[in-house]
Structures are given as C-alpha cells and as structure tokens.
C-alpha cells in the first residue's frame, strides 16, 4: 500500500495526530504571538462547521449556499434547549445536533434529486427562509435582540464536572470535540459511503446505474452535513453565550464558502480547517490594521476563484508532488465547473 | 430456449412525440444479441426503457419472469442489469482500479457502513484486480480514469458495467470513436465474455456485430423491423437496401 492508501485506512493520521498535539500547545503561546485563546476556540469551530460544508461541496459536488441556517439552528438549539427543557451541557448539544438533522432532512427530502444551479438556488432559498424565521418569531428566539444569557454548561463526566467558564477550559472542550468529529469525518470519507458521495460528485448518472441510491446518499449526506454544522452553532452559542440571527443570513453563508474554497476544499481534506484558520486570522491580523479587512480577504478569494481553485491546500499539495495526468490546478478547475453545471 | 429478460410492446411517448412504437424483445441466456438501426431510430431511447431511465408510456419489462417496469436505475441494476452509455461515463477523478471498487456489489452493501475502510480490503482490491486483467487493463489499476487513453478508457466502461456482477450487460456503440486496432481488441474482449452472461450491444460497426451475434435486431421508427440470426438478417430485403449491403 502507498502512503495514501495507508493513511486512509488509519483511525488517526500522523498528520491529524500532530495537528492536534499542536493545538493543545495552543494556550501555552497564543498569547505570546499577540493572540488571545477565544480565537482558537473560534476557529476550532468554525473549522468543525466547514468541514461538515465540505462534506457537501467538495465531496458529493453538491453546492450548499444557505448553510450558515443550520449553524444558526445548532445556536438556538443549544440556547432554547438549556433555558426551557434541561441545562445540561450533554443534552443541549445532543438538541443542536438534531435540530439541524431534522431541519436539514426536511430541507434535502425537498432538494436531493436536484443539482448544480437548481440545488444551490433552492439551498439558498430554504436557508433564506430560516432566517427570516429566526428574526421574526421575537417571542422565541428574541429577533434581532438575539438570544441571551446562554450559559457555558460545565461538563460532568460523572466522576469530575469541569467548569467551561474559561476560555481556556472552554478551547479544551470544543478540541476535544472537534478532534473527535475530525476522526469521524476522516473515517467517513474513506468508507464506502465517502467513496460512492465522490463517484456521485463526478457521474451521478453511473451511479445510480451501478446500483447506488443516489437520491439517498444525497439526503443523507446532506442531513449529516447540517446536523454537524448545527453542533458547530451549538458550541458558538455556548463561546459566546448568546445566538443572533445574523450567522443565518445569506452573508455569513458565503463566509463558510469562502474559508473552504479558498482552504482548498475542492481537493484536500485538510482544506475547511486551512480556511477557516486563515479567515478568522486574517479577520483579526488585517482587521487591526484596516476596517477594510474583508475586502482584502474578498478579493484574496475572487483570486483563487480566477485563479487556484484548488485552495491553499491544493497549492501545497502541487508543490510536494504533481498528481499524474493531471495537476491540482486543473482538477480544481474541474470541480468547481462541475459544481454550478449540474450535469445529470 | 426460455428468456432472461423480455420486454413487451413498448412505448415510449415524450410529450406528443412518439419515440418507441411498439418493441418487443427476448434475449436469452447466454445470447449476445445485436441492435442495429439508423441514427434517431430510438435504440438508445429503448435501452433507457430497459435499465430504468425512463418508464415507458405504455407495456412491460421483465427479467427472469419478473416485472420491472418503472423500477428505478439503481435498484434495476441490483437485480443483475448493467449497461454502458454511448457517451463516455467514467468516474474520472478515480484510477481505473477505484472506477471498479465503486462497481462492487460488495461496497455497494456496505454503502453505509462508514466505519470500514475502503483502502484496507484487499476483497475489493483482489476483485478490481481481476476485472482489470479481464478487460485488458492490468498493470494500469493506479491510471486516473481520464488519464487513461480512448481505448483503454472505452474497456475500462466495460469493466465497470461487468464490475456490478451482471446477468445481462447492455452496451451502447462500444465501439463508438474507436480506430480498427481498437475495434478489433473490444471485439476480442466482448468475445471474450461471450457465454457468461447475456449480452446486448448496440452497433454501427456491422463487420463487427456480424462476426459476434447470435441474433440481432433492426430497429427502426421505434419498431422492429427484422431480427434473427446474421446470415437470416443478410437476407432481409431492408438491410439489403441500406449501407448494410456493402458489408457483403
Ligand atoms: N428525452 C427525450 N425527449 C424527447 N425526445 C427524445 C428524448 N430522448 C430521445 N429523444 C428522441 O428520440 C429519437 C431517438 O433517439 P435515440 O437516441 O434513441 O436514437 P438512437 O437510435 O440511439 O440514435 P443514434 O444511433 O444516433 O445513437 C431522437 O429523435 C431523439 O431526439
Ligand atoms: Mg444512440
């Protein structure tokens, strides 16, 4: 077996392992860089919530722009869970997580046998739709007020209950989290199931006349995709102990598609986490010297749309060696064509 | 000889726009049977009847005796019906050998089972190995699909289509693009399976249906218009009359 074929078998990566060894050095220095820990906790989850966006986009091709709703769901899930059924911590984020299965399973039984232009347009319509639900129904989510006073539940493992109060307690939990979603996730798109999301992304039609329920996969993926991204919400609630409407709207959606493309997505595992640590630091390090910050980082991502679609990850991957037949320039060309084209 | 798989009396309406009049078929087991007729006569239209892409306005398909009519793709193709398409459909990210992984039935069960490493089976590698080396392929499992040249993509198609373990196989123009080298290697391979499963190609190339078929059949207006075995067909005043007489 080559490396790759290796690492794909493995519970945990060399890379993922020392990826994760990393982090958890993280408090120790990120003060010391001029960073501030609540900044690693931002990234780890929006890291989570990409990599669960680029189970849609980069491995089934299928385009979800309306995403950030499902975020935004896990964040009222959480809050609304914790204020009117149970504060424990478990149970809200098992309510973020469902909610955003449920609502994703609802939205996919409505789009799955769709795809390209007519998917993203009706992903963004259904997205649209919870937001304005979200502003409107005041009584419930608070509106535009936002929803307030959610609390960072401490986490009792029965034996110990550890107080999350703390940022850096709180980055330690949501690493745990993240490291346990990034193994499952690894797992995932190795198995069948990943295999067959990818033969969807590039023939759906030989697909399904080898025998796949396309329709299925489709549903299913997508149903995962926003359960996760939900857990992802739920955990942002809790960091910053209240949920708005604003990570719903069509705005923050095209962030999460931002950070993966420009991460390099389309082509590499690696590419959501890559993104979302980009983004999020260029928002802090541009963001100090300019208030302009996003329209450099807007046009960072027009350039690798032009330009490398492969993503940072893609770049990287060139540099160490040329996949035959085809560089990761072009297949990133490729998938991103294949997204929007809607072919069968 | 009882039939493996029969279609009857179909149509197939688009809107007001009759395409298949009226078609009934048989083929049986082990038969490899030819499907020629003019360009737009509805030949492709008749094996998206077939394997499930469109469900006819009006008869009936059956394999072994059972109904399959308006069944979908997939699950027509789990019952042991496997097709290629006229125009190249690869997976073509994938090397030659994930083209085939993808195929097996065996990964098709464990579809969900997300905890199983794909990589680690050696089941589904050994298995991909042999399909490779059946149609002419081995050594060049590792090949990107769309790396792979005209003709080693053309029997790579066939792989795939043989990877999900048919009974019968539906063949759209294999040929189609190929150079007389490349016809001439598909028709040993097709040859090659002929016996082990029931076969149906759709062709121009009428040298090569001739030398291969037990029995073909002319379709044309969305009818039958003749069928039986080459040298019946040789006969036929229609296919006398048509550029087929310049074979003889
Ligand atoms: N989905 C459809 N809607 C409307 N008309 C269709 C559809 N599919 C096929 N047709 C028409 O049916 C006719 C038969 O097409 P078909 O592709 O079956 O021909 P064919 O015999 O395979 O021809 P060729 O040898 O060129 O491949 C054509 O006139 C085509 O335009
Ligand atoms: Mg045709």
Redesign the pocket.
């Given at each position: 077996m080559d490396k790759d074929s290796r690492d794909s078998s493995r519970l945990v990566t060399p890379a993922m392992l020392g990826f994760i060894v990393l982090l958890c050095t993280l408090p120790l220095w990120i003060g010391k860089v001029g960073l501030y820990p609540y900044l690693g906790i931002e990234i780890l989850i929006w890291a989570l919530y990409a990599l669960s966006f680029n189970l849609l986009l980069g491995y089934s091709g299928l385009p979800s722009f309306g995403h950030g709703a499902y975020f935004g769901i896990g964040a009222y899930a959480f809050g609304l869970f914790q204020h009117n059924i149970v504060p424990s911590l478990w149970l809200c984020l098992m309510a973020a997580l469902g909610a955003g299965l449920v609502a994703g399973a609802m939205v996919a039984a409505f789009i799955s046998h769709r795809r390209g232009i007519y998917y993203a347009f009706m992903t963004i319509a259904f997205g649209q739709v919870f937001w304005v639900v979200a502003i409107k129904a005041h009584s419930i989510t608070g509106g535009e007020d936002g929803l307030l006073r959610i609390a960072r539940l401490p986490a009792d493992f029965g034996f110990a209950n550890i107080d999350l109060a703390d940022n850096t307690a709180l980055f330690y939990f949501v690493l745990a989290i993240f490291a346990l979603a990034l193994i499952g996730l690894w797992r995932l798109v190795n198995s069948p199931y990943g295999r067959i999301l990818q033969a969807i992304r590039q023939n759906e039609t030989r697909a399904a006349f080898i025998g796949h329920n396309v329709w299925l996969y489709k549903f299913t993926v997508f149903s995962l995709s926003a359960g996760l991204s939900a857990l992802a919400g739920g955990l942002f609630a809790m960091a910053q102990t209240s949920a708005f409407p604003d990570v719903m709207s069509l705005h923050y959606s095209g962030y999460v598609v931002m950070m993966t493309l420009i991460g390099g997505g389309l082509v590499s595992f690696w590419g959501p986490v890559i993104g979302a640590a980009l983004f999020l630091l260029a928002r802090d390090i541009i963001g100090a010297v300019t208030t302009g910050w996003m329209l450099w980082f807007g046009l960072l991502f027009m350039a690798v749309v032009l330009f490398k679609p492969e993503g940072v990850a893609g770049w990287w991957q060139g540099l160490r060696q040329r996949t035959a037949g085809m560089s990761g320039n072009a297949t990133g060309f490729a998938r991103l064509r294949a997204l929007l084209g809607g072919r069968a | 000889m009882s039939a493996l798989f029969e279609a009857d009396r179909l149509q197939m309406r688009?809107?007001n726009?009759i395409?298949l009049e009226d078609i009934t078929l048989r083929f049986g087991p082990g038969e490899l049977c030819g499907i020629m007729?003019?360009?737009?006569?509805?030949?492709?239209?008749?094996f998206?009847v077939l394997t499930g892409r469109?469900r006819p306005s009006r008869g009936q398909v059956r394999l072994d005796g059972e109904d399959i009519t308006g069944l979908r793709p997939h699950e027509i193709a789990r019952k042991g019906v496997s097709r290629s398409f006229?125009i190249m459909n690869l997976f073509n990210d994938f090397t030659a050998r994930d083209n085939i992984v993808t195929a097996l039935p065996g990964l098709r069960r464990r579809g969900f089972d997300v905890s199983h490493a794909v990589a680690a089976n050696s089941a589904f590698a050994d298995q991909a190995e042999v399909l490779l080396e059946r149609v002419g392929l081995a050594g060049k499992g590792g090949v990107l699909a769309r790396s792979l040249s005209y003709g080693d993509r053309r029997a790579l198609e066939i792989g795939v289509a043989l990877a999900a373990a048919p009974r019968i196989l539906f063949l759209?123009?294999p040929t189609s693009g190929l150079g007389s080298d490349g016809t001439a290697r598909l028709a040993a391979l097709i040859g090659s399976l002929k016996g082990q499963l029931t076969i149906v190609i759709?062709e121009?190339d009428m040298r090569f249906l001739f030398s291969l078929a037990d029995r073909i059949s002319v379709?044309h207006w969305g009818q039958v218009l003749a069928q039986g075995t080459p040298q019946m067909l040789r006969d036929n005043e229609w296919v006398r009359n048509s550029n087929l007489g310049k074979l003889q």
């Open positions: - | 688009f809107g726009r395409v007729g003019p360009n737009g006569a509805g030949k492709t239209t008749c998206n469109y006229q759209d123009e759709i121009h379709i």
